[in-house]
């Protein structure tokens, strides 16, 4: 696979989850051996939660001006 494809496919959650996933049901990993991925599914989490907190505060924001300028 292309560097650029496995830069993009590394950042949707569904392929670090899947790498761990196999390594628990079909090759009997344990839970040491799968830091990496889930080090690396719980850094999207913070980042998804991050963008969303952003996102709403932004949003939040919006609203408070919209209001202020209609009800002004």
């Not at 949707?12 to 889930?38: C, D, M, Q, R, W």
């Amino acid at each position: 696979m292309p560097k650029g494809l496995q830069l993009i496919a590394n950042l949707l959650p569904s392929t670090p989850y899947f790498k761990v996933f196999n390594s628990l049901a079909s090759e009997g990993a344990k839970l040491k051996n799968i830091n990496n991925g889930f080090v690396h599914l719980l850094v999207l989490l913070l980042i998804g939660y991050l963008l969303l907190y952003l996102r709403f505060k932004f949003a939040k924001q919006k609203i408070k001006t919209v209001a202020k300028k209609t009800y002004n």
